[in-house]
């Protein structure tokens, strides 16, 4: 594991412009083959930038929640794949100080983080019901499961997951699992139409041991808990502000293609495309607002709200992007123009939590005064 420093916002920031640029050159080929880019990791590492969220105290840079989406839309703006694959890394440590934050003890994570430790979540995937089972033994959990998409797994150092506890009253435990346990091994299951380089793969759980203390919640796996809200405000900001940066290349792309152009048909399309690029980037930007830089009340009006805004935003930013194309022409549907690849990567904010349907429900549910879920 590599010890970092803890450079300023500002200096970041300088280093990821040139991370991203250096990425822009060698994402189509990661797409191409599928393979996640390990050296942008170990160089987002060695700049600070995984820690880049810890507070001064425990030796991050203490950059602020929107500054972190401000550093993954540079990035998705460059290479979509590595910028995702850092928000899912990026969000459970917004989490952690959001727990910091609101007086719960942080400390030891993001002491870890600030260390150069990378973490994977399975947490898109498990929600409330998770899966898997675990087993209570002298002294923790047997567990065993499968946890797809784990994006960054390869490059992980901590699986945050989420295991089934199958008692009378089926329960879930939270916990933590070093890459490094025995009875840890990775699939390389992920082939996907876009976001082809987050290598998030299935991460196989065979009777592994989870002590005690590493057991961070026990909840039911059939209601609500609270810990959702918190991972819905500290999450889904980050996540989305890399798939802005999507759309950022895209409209850049399709302006620089059709600049001087006045024919009636390209001035609708660009205001269309305008539109759609506002409200997208706008939606993301309320997100943040509304996080109050990890500061907010995790109720679950506050998840509702992010969650409309996230099924704003994808929608939008989808569009933005197919009318890029649109506006450049043909060339934009071809595999060696990069707007074909940002339009399939722009897809896969579909598929973060929660997807439209669910979303709607859930949003509608808490409006009439009833849990988020049945």
């Known amino acids: 594991m590599t010890t970092i420093n803890a450079p300023t ?4 920031l300088d280093e990821i412009r040139t991370i991203a640029s250096e990425l822009r050159t060698r994402a189509p080929a990661s797409d191409r083959t599928g393979d996640l880019d390990v050296t942008a ?3 987002l590492r060695a700049a600070g930038v995984t820690a880049a969220l810890v507070p001064h105290e425990f ?6 929640h929107a500054e972190m989406g401000e550093m993954l839309r540079v990035l998705g703006a460059n290479d979509p794949a590595v910028a995702v694959t850092l928000a899912m890394h990026s969000h459970l440590v917004a989490a952690q100080v959001w727990r910091h934050h609101h007086e719960m003890d942080a ?3 993001l002491r870890k983080v600030a260390a150069g430790t990378i973490t994977v979540s399975t947490g898109a995937s498990d929600w409330v019901a998770s899966n ?18 784990a994006s960054g797994c390869e490059v992980g150092d901590l699986l945050v997951t989420s295991i089934k506890w199958p008692e009378a009253e089926p329960k879930v435990i939270h916990c933590a699992i070093p890459f490094t346990a025995d009875g840890v091994r990775i699939e390389r299951t992920w082939d ?25 919640l026990t909840r039911s796996a059939t209601q609500w808990h609270p810990v959702w809200n918190t991972v819905i405000g500290t999450a889904l900001p980050l996540i989305m502000a890399a798939y802005v940066g999507i759309a950022d290349a895209a409209v850049e792309t399709a302006l620089e293609l059709t600049g001087g152009r006045s024919d009636d048909h390209v001035l609708q399309l660009v205001g269309e495309m305008l539109n759609e690029y ?4 706008d939606a993301v930007r309320a997100m943040f607002v509304d996080s109050d830089d990890l500061h907010f009340d995790n109720n679950d009006e506050l998840a509702a709200r992010t969650l409309g805004r996230k099924t704003v935003a994808a929608d939008a930013l989808i569009h933005t992007v197919r009318l890029a194309i649109e506006v450049v022409g043909g060339i934009g549907y071809t595999r060696a123009h990069p707007l074909e690849r940002l339009y399939r990567d722009v897809h896969g904010c579909l598929f973060h939590p929660l997807p439209r349907a669910k979303q709607a429900r859930f949003t509608g549910r808490v409006a009439l005064g009833l849990p988020p879920i049945e």
């Open 9 to 12: 916002a500002t200096v970041l």
């Open 41 to 43: 990791f170990e160089r």
């Open 59 to 64: 030796g991050g840079a203490g950059v602020t």
């Open 107 to 109: 400390e030891a994570f």
């Open 132 to 149: 898997g089972a675990a087993v209570k033994v002298e002294g923790g959990f047997r567990v065993s499961a499968r946890k797809s998409p």
């Open 192 to 216: 996907t139409l876009g976001l082809r380089a987050t290598g998030s793969h299935t991460v196989v759980l065979d009777d592994v041991f989870v002590p005690d203390a590493t057991v961070s």
């Open 278 to 281: 506002t409200t997208g980037a």
